[in-house]
């Protein structure tokens, strides 16, 4: 899958280039992130990307020494179960 990054955001459009899928972490002023939002669309349900959505944000901080408070619903049960992406978190 070709997922796309800009500041605060990675998602993936469809052929269409229709937004299908993304997670959203906006910067605060101290200079950790918000995860705030998780969306896949229900076409590409069960298909793990939600997940692959939360591996992507993690990479992105770890490189680039940042860390992550969670208020997205789903990224507060994805990271309990990744101990090894645990440094991120604030």
Known sequence: MDFK?????IWLD???GQMIAEVTF?????????ITHTFVDDSLRGQGVAGQLMKLVAEHLRQNGRR????C?????????HPEYGDVLA
């Open 68 to 71: 992550a408070h969670l208020t």
């Open 26 to 34: 906006p910067r605060n002023e101290d200079g950790t992130v918000t």
């Open 73 to 81: 619903p789903y990224a507060r049960g994805w990271f309990p179960k």
């Open 14 to 16: 469809n052929p269409q």
């Open 5 to 9: 990054q800009e500041e605060g955001r």
